[in-house]
């Protein structure tokens, strides 16, 4: 079993809906939690970054954390086009030291106009 | 555009082999990171530099080895190569070395091993 697992997809949903995209995880040192988008044929690109339990909001995107499930989400308000793109989930037990850092295997998720 | 240069973007080889991927970080910064991306495994963390010391080690494998120069370039060398090292490798770079520094991602180099 992988330390960090995440639903592949692919994932459909019409512009404008709220997307939802989670990971789970089974090493409960993980404190730090992190949210990338990679664009085909790009590399990733960091979009939330989060420290243990809470929620953490930057514009359309939210980022929560439920350390007591070990489940990890991102949430997309007013999705866009623009917003298609495989999302991955990476954790780490310490801030420093990035030899711990996990990431999930990606979401690819498609925004239809 | 990341500021995050990767040479070369395509790179076609044979099993044994032996090659060099190649690296310039955005202006300024110390860190440099490699990753390798398949399909079946994800995106997996291998080397860290910083400041031309390797800072963390993750799952890289003993026939691949790196380096970061003083001009703070690196370079990521794969010898005995196998189909299995087919994948996508990224540098990223960032200004410092936490896990929580935006670290930014070059476009990736493309290995093949036939």
């Known amino acids: 079993q992988k330390e960090v697992e995440q639903d592949p997809g692919p994932l459909s949903v019409p512009e404008g809906a709220i997307v939802s995209l989670n990971c789970t995880y089974s090493?409960?040192?993980?404190?730090?939690f992190m949210w990338y988008r990679q664009y085909s044929r790009k590399g990733p690109e960091l979009l939330m970054y989060?420290?243990?339990?809470g929620n953490k909001e930057d514009g359309r995107f939210t980022a929560q954390v439920d350390k007591s499930s070990k489940y990890i989400s991102l949430f997309i308000r007013d999705s866009q086009p623009s917003d298609s793109a495989t999302y991955l989930c990476?954790?780490?037990?310490?801030?420093?030291?990035?030899?711990?850092?996990?990431f999930g295997t990606g979401t690819r998720l498609t925004i239809i106009p | 555009d990341s500021g995050v240069t990767q040479t070369p973007k395509h790179l076609i080889t044979a099993t044994g082999q032996r090659v060099t991927l190649r690296c310039s970080p955005r202006?300024?910064?110390?860190?440099v990171y490699w990753y390798q991306q398949s399909l079946d495994q994800g995106l997996q963390f291998l080397i860290q530099?910083?400041?031309?010391?390797?800072?963390a080690k993750g799952n890289i494998l003993e026939r691949f080895s790196a380096q970061q120069f003083p001009d703070l370039h690196s370079e990521l060398n794969l010898s005995s190569l196998e189909l299995g090292d087919s994948a996508l490798y990224f540098c990223?770079?960032?200004?410092?070395?936490?896990?929580?520094?935006?670290?930014?991602f070059g476009p990736g180099t493309r290995l093949t091993v036939l």
């Open positions: 989060t420290y243990s339990s």
């Open positions: 990476a954790m780490s037990p310490s801030n420093f030291g990035n030899e711990k850092l996990t």
């Open positions: 530099y910083y400041n031309g010391e390797e800072r």
């Open positions: 090493n409960s040192a993980f404190q730090y």
């Open positions: 202006s300024g910064d110390l860190s």
């Open positions: 990223a770079s960032s200004v410092l070395s936490g896990v929580g520094d935006t670290q930014y």
